[in-house]
């Protein structure tokens, strides 16, 4: 294979990586938010605080904040949705972790509409992988695989409540 197309397959796996890192990141922000008793936004408003006036500090990448700020902002539904998909479990008695990653991904699977369903699924279970429990990884692909199954009527009722406001 030419040189250009050996290397486009490595170009295009920087941006999943920086995207992974950047979930991974959010959950981590959401992990601390919710162990300090803080807001999503308000924790993530104090790194962008601290990033701008410190030089040796990353910034959030953008995803990152993005993510955290849409968790915050949709906390409600996007727990409720959890939570009715929990079998014997209640979301408080869930390891911290995994609640933070269920909440990523749901928000992906309600929000972020340039993520692909299986690919929001996929990168949660990876998260729970690194981050969790052995049990961890099934029991995050079995409660996503119930909420992708009402994900498209959620999505449509949003969609028509939109486009009834305009």
Known sequence: MPDGKASKPGRRSQPLKGRHSARKRAVD???EAEARGM???ELVDVRTALAESNPDVAPLHPYTAGVARGVAE??????????SHLQAWTLDRLPAVDRAILRVAVWELLYAEDVPEPVAVDEAVELAKELSTDDS????NGVLGQVMLVTPQIRAAAQAVRGAGT
């Open 74 to 83: 949709h906390a409600a539904h996007i727990d409720e949705l959890i939570t």
């Open 39 to 41: 807001s999503p936004v």
């Open 29 to 31: 922000l959401l992990f």
């Open 137 to 140: 990884p099934g029991f995050v």
